[in-house]
Antibody, heavy 114, light 107 residues
Framework: QVQLQQSGAELVKPGSSVKISCKAS????????MHWIKQQPGNGLEWIGW????????KYNQKFNGKATLTADKSSSTAYMQLSSLTSEDSAVYFC???????WGQGTLVTVSS | DIQMTQSPSSLSASLGDRVTITCRAS??????LTWFQQKPGKSPRRMIY???NLAAGVPSRFSGSRSGSDYSLTISSLESEDVADYHC?????????FGSGTKLEIK
């Protein structure tokens, strides 16, 4: 069965970076896009971008250019998202979701606080 | 960017009621519309894809429809387990954009 297992909650300082992971299992990792989505407390969902692990191609929401960097490691079937220059506006739950959004990770809470 | 205007933002209905949530697209999105259910502290669950297709394992009381640029999610007979937030998503154009969400509660 398809599973997406995300890394645990992060408490990080303003101005720093964080890298969260999404480990895929139950399917051929290199054959499907992996999307990333942001959800701030009490807010709706925001699409960040996707990566195609087969060749590393990416597509970003321009709003997250320079903020989010998507990578994938084929050897471990893991997708990563690095968030840089963190501010309080980056405090949110971040989800990974497989192509067509049928499968989602459990979410990773990132809290930016000094 | 394509704007997805979702309404209502919140909805209170009685058990057994017919409930409809709507998203209006600011541009043509064809049938590239997905509906999600999200319960507190959980990940979104895909309910409807391609505007009208029921996702696997979703109860048949859920349905999706389209009228022009208006897309609707309907629950034919509300059950207690349907209490959740509902979101729509357009995926025809980048960036993909979500509606602002609807909070569904039991009256």
């Amino acid at each position: 069965q398809v599973q997406l297992q995300q890394s645990g909650a992060e408490l990080v300082k303003p101005g720093s970076s964080v890298k969260i992971s999404c480990k895929a299992s139950g399917y051929t990792f290199t054959s499907y896009d992996m999307h990333w989505i942001k959800q701030q407390p009490g807010n709706g969902l925001e699409w960040i971008g996707w990566i195609y692990p087969g060749n590393g191609n990416t597509k970003y929401n321009q709003k997250f250019n320079g903020k989010a960097t998507l990578t994938a490691d084929k050897s471990s079937s893991t997708a990563y998202m690095q968030l840089s220059s963190l501010t309080s506006e980056d405090s949110a739950v971040y989800f990974c979701a497989r192509e067509r959004f049928a499968y989602w990770g459990q979410g990773t809470l990132v809290t930016v606080s000094s | 960017d394509i704007q997805m205007t979702q309404s209502p933002s919140s909805l209170s209905a009685s058990l057994g009621d017919r409930v409809t949530i709507t998203c209006r697209a600011s541009q043509d999105i064809g049938n590239y519309l997905t509906w999600f259910q999200q319960k507190p502290g959980k990940s979104p669950r895909r309910m409807i894809y391609g505007a009208t297709n029921l996702a696997a394992g979703v109860p048949s009381r859920f349905s999706g429809s389209r009228s022009g640029s208006d897309y609707s999610l309907t629950i034919s007979s509300l059950e207690s387990e349907d209490v959740a937030d509902y979101h729509c998503l357009q995926s025809i154009q980048y960036p993909h954009t979500f509606g602002s969400g609807t909070k569904l509660e039991i009256k």
